[in-house]
């Protein structure tokens, strides 16, 4: 095989490596004030809502990774009374292929507290609408069980499929629970990654075996 060859199939399969997987989302919640600018929304529909639902971390504890309040946290005074429903959603992105999303998710030590937590995806573009958010990944203590979150940094990892060509949306996490019963959620480290369908690698491996076809009809 001729060294044009060779160097041909170092690009294929480096660009292999690379379509294997796209980072989509990577969030560490560093500077939660900055997010906003990332296209990062907060959404709070509580009955009798109290400020943005999601805020910056700490003091209870330490984050599962960086600086010790760089993770995120919703929690009961999210809402004055009745029921709390605070949405974060993440930047628009491609839907295209599927992939998977991870996430670290916590609660404090206190005990008897009833809170849940949601993830889903909308394919509704740009829209923040919580009634798009149909596409359920997760559901982290579905029936509000008293301590039915985890007491310390516990990995939640998840995998979604693609919509085709063009789709698009927002990722949301959705904390929900009453005033009266719930207490907090944390989350940090947030990641998601794309990975291009099957096809896109037939495909390569094609145009790979024209090539070696050609020197071949040559030699």
């Given at each position: ?109 206190l005990s008897g507290f ?77 990641n998601i990654q794309a ?25």
């Amino acid at each position: 095989m001729s060294k044009r060859i060779i160097a041909v199939l170092a690009l294929g399969c480096a660009a292999w490596s690379a379509q294997a997987n796209v980072t989509l989302i990577n969030e560490g919640f560093d500077n939660f004030n900055t997010l906003s600018s990332q296209g990062w929304s907060f959404t709070n529909l509580s009955v009798n809502p109290l400020g943005p639902g999601w805020v910056q971390g700490g003091p209870i504890f330490d984050a599962q990774s960086g600086a010790v309040d760089s993770y995120t946290q919703a929690s009961f005074v999210s809402a004055q009374s009745g029921k709390i429903d605070a949405w974060l959603m993440t930047p628009t992105v491609s839907l295209e292929s599927g992939g998977t999303l991870s996430f670290f998710v916590r609660t404090d030590e206190l005990s008897g507290f009833k809170d849940r937590l949601q993830v889903s995806f909308s394919s509704a573009g740009q829209s923040t609408d919580a009634a798009n958010f149909t596409n359920v990944l997760a559901d982290i203590n579905p029936t509000y069980q008293a301590d039915g979150i985890p007491a310390a940094w516990t990995q939640v990892s998840v995998i979604y499929s693609g919509l085709g060509n063009g789709s698009s949306g927002r990722f949301g996490f959705h904390y929900s629970g009453d005033y009266d019963t719930a207490n907090m959620v944390a989350m940090d480290t947030i990641n998601i990654q794309a990975i291009p369908e099957p096809g896109s690698f037939a495909l390569l491996g094609l145009g790979l075996a024209g090539l070696a076809f050609l020197r071949r009809r040559r030699d």
